[in-house]
Structures are given as C-alpha cells and as structure tokens.
C-alpha cells in the first residue's frame, strides 16, 4: 500500500539552526500539506502547495518557513532559524485531488535546544 | 468562523463497553468529515470519512460515526472496544470554500481498561 515517509524521524537541532524536513508522499498526488502538531497538543495546519506553489498558508508559517518540491518526489520544510518553540511533530500529507482524504506521513520529531 | 470541538479531552471506558466520543463543528459551508487515530508515538491514520451519500460510515474495525447536518456533528462510535482501540481519537474537518486543508479538533483520548 502506497505511504508518505517522512525523514528523519527525530532531529535534534540547536537554537538558530537551520532545518530541513523530508517528505516523499504519494507518487500519484497532487497536493501537499505540512501540519505540526506540539507535544498535547492539536494538530495545526502550516501549509498546503500544489502546482509548485503555496496555495494557502497559516499564521504561524511566518518567513522563518519556506517548502519546496525540489524534484518529482520530495517535498520539503525548511525552518531558517529554529526557536524553541518550533519543537513539535511535523506531519507530512498528501492527497491526489483538493478535497479528498489526506494521508499522513509518520511525523518528524523535531527538538530544538 | 469555522472551528471544530471536541469537548471531551479524555474518554476511560471498560473493555467490552461501548463508546462515544463526540464531535462539533461549525461552518457557513458544506463540509467533508473525517476521523484519525493516532496510536502512542505513531503517526496519524484515516479511521473513517464522510464526504457524500450514505450519513453512516463505518470502518473496519468496528467504528461507525454519523453525519448529522442539523446538530453540525460527527461522533464516533463503537459498541464494544478493545483494549487495543486506547489512542487519541482526532476529528477534522474540510470546509468547502476553496481551501483544502483540515481543521482538527483538539483529539479526545480513549483509554480502554481492562
């Protein structure tokens, strides 16, 4: 069964750092979406991209965020200059068309120190 | 404004028993509904979905949750749970006016006790 994989699993980065999550979704899809989700906490929607570009973003996905489609099969998040408050789960998704079930990567725990 | 509500934060229930847990949502638009789960340190996975037809769904592990348009909700339900099911149950919901993200809920976790 096709799945989205997420790499690393866990990173670990210093305050200031620069960080770059790794998502491959589903060849077939369309649309990609990146949601973090902060320890007992809800899950947050960040961003969505289609048509290798940003087609609707939150608030909290400020400058400090940027995602890209570097080739035909990942998909990134890239925080510049991580804060501690920046230490969630981040959660990869794609879906084949807009409005359809979304599936979920198994998350990245990013700790930031 | 568009929100959706899960009022219960922590659900306990005997094994064996049958559960409920609850989901609002409010909404100007027409909506798609869906149910996640999320086992300790895992990631989340589609349990159930209402995008048309039926008001009913269910999945294949015994959970079934319907559609009521009039009470704008989505509860889970499931007439006898496992001590397998204990995870966080998360309702999201995507609103029909052009933007394809989902709104969550702020997860309601069942415990199943033995």
């Known amino acids: 069964e096709p799945e989205v994989t997420q790499t690393p699993s866990h990173q670990v980065t210093q305050m200031g750092q620069e960080v770059i999550l790794r998502c491959v979704p589903i060849?077939?899809?369309?649309?990609f979406y990146w949601y973090r989700q902060i320890l007992g906490q809800k899950v947050e929607f960040l961003v969505s991209?289609?048509?290798?570009?940003?087609?609707?973003k939150s608030e909290i996905f400020d400058d400090q965020f940027s995602v890209e489609r570097p080739d035909g099969s990942n998909f990134t998040l890239k925080i510049r200059s991580t804060k501690l408050e920046d230490s969630a789960m981040y959660f990869c998704?794609?879906?084949?068309?807009?409005?359809?079930?979304?599936?979920f990567g198994q998350g990245t725990r990013l700790t930031v120190v | 404004a568009q929100s959706v509500t899960q009022l219960d934060s922590q659900v306990p229930v005997f094994e064996e028993a049958p559960v409920e847990l609850r989901c609002n949502y409010s909404?100007?638009?027409?909506?798609?509904l869906f149910w996640y789960v999320q086992y300790p340190n895992q990631g989340l996975q589609l349990l159930l979905k209402?995008?048309?037809?039926?008001?009913l769904v269910e999945s294949i592990n015994g959970f079934e949750a319907e559609f009521n348009k009039s009470q704008t909700s989505f509860h889970l339900r499931k007439p006898s749970v496992h001590i397998s099911d204990t995870a966080e149950y998360f309702c999201?919901?995507?609103?029909?006016?052009?933007?394809?993200?989902?709104?969550f809920g702020s997860g309601t976790r069942l415990l199943v006790r033995p």
């Open positions: 060849s077939n899809h369309l649309y």
């Open positions: 991209f289609y048509n290798n570009e940003i087609s609707e």
């Open positions: 999201a919901v995507s609103f029909m006016d052009s933007s394809y993200k989902l709104i």
């Open positions: 209402y995008l048309s037809g039926s008001t």
């Open positions: 909404s100007s638009v027409s909506v798609y």
């Open positions: 998704a794609s879906s084949e068309v807009g409005l359809a079930e979304a599936f």
